[in-house]
């Protein structure tokens, strides 16, 4: 049973554009969203959370947006750049039920095209 | 800071043959984690732990052993190893409290192929 989905295996997007990728979840108990980008050979890098409690977070090109109601969250990238090509991970948690563990989403290949 | 190291960047093994995974972390932090990635798959949970001595499975523990003698080193163990096993490894580590969420810190990774 998958808690966290990324339906789109792929993105591709103009250089310049915004990249919107998005995330659902299933488990009402989670309460912190994270998303990490990965590129070929290395491992995952945190990129950006949002808490349950908030609705939007905002760091320079990058925004999460979270609906609780929905249970789905969404990642803005404005503008999209080359160096932004790589696969990106939605990770979610739920302190009281798993400590600090993460459960993820399968991942989203984003290709920049300059 | 060199963060989260982990040894070997490569390995083929044979079926049936043993090998430890090594991960170290020079952040001093509480927590660690072994994943597994497998190919259109994010990662699962194979063993963390919470402390030096404290161990715990994950989601898909079976078939490996950890072990955490102390703060920085968290080795992988896999004793007989298996065509499933094939997969990319990564370490992570993070600080954790009650009170806020802390990002975990991933490691390059090892690339294992089982023939």
């Known amino acids: 049973d998958q808690q966290v989905k990324q339906n789109s295996p792929s993105l591709s997007v103009q250089e310049g554009r915004i990249s919107i990728l998005n995330c659902d979840y299933t488990?009402?108990?989670?309460?912190?969203f994270l998303w990490y980008k990965k590129y070929p050979a290395e491992g995952p890098t945190f990129l950006i959370s949002?808490?349950?409690?908030?609705d939007k977070n905002e760091d320079g090109r990058f925004t999460v947006f979270l609906n609780k109601s929905a249970k789905h969250l969404s990642l803005h990238i404005v503008p999209s750049q080359p160096g932004d090509s790589a696969v990106y991970f939605c990770?979610?948690?739920?302190?009281?039920?798993?400590?600090?563990?993460?459960?993820f989403g399968a991942g989203t290949i984003l290709r920049v095209k300059s | 800071n060199a963060g989260v190291t982990q040894t070997p960047k490569f390995r083929i093994l044979k079926i049936g043959q043993s090998m430890t995974l090594q991960c170290t972390q020079d952040?001093?932090?509480?927590?660690m984690y072994w994943y597994r990635q497998d190919p259109g798959m994010g990662l699962k949970l194979i063993y963390y732990?919470?402390?030096?001595?404290?161990?715990d499975k994950g989601e898909v523990p079976n078939g490996y052993n950890v072990s955490r003698s102390t703060t920085e080193d968290f080795p992988l163990r896999l004793e007989l190893a298996a065509p499933s096993q094939t997969s990319v490894y990564f370490c992570?580590?993070?600080?954790?409290?009650?009170?806020?969420?802390?990002?975990?810190?991933f490691g390059p990774g090892t690339r294992l192929t089982v023939l």
């Open positions: 992570a580590s993070s600080y954790f409290s009650k009170s806020s969420y802390n990002e975990q810190f």
């Open positions: 488990n009402s108990m989670f309460d912190y």
């Open positions: 949002i808490s349950s409690i908030k």
């Open positions: 990770a979610a948690s739920a302190i009281a039920e798993y400590g600090n563990k993460l459960v």
């Open positions: 952040m001093n932090h509480n927590y």
């Open positions: 732990s919470v402390g030096a001595g404290i161990t």
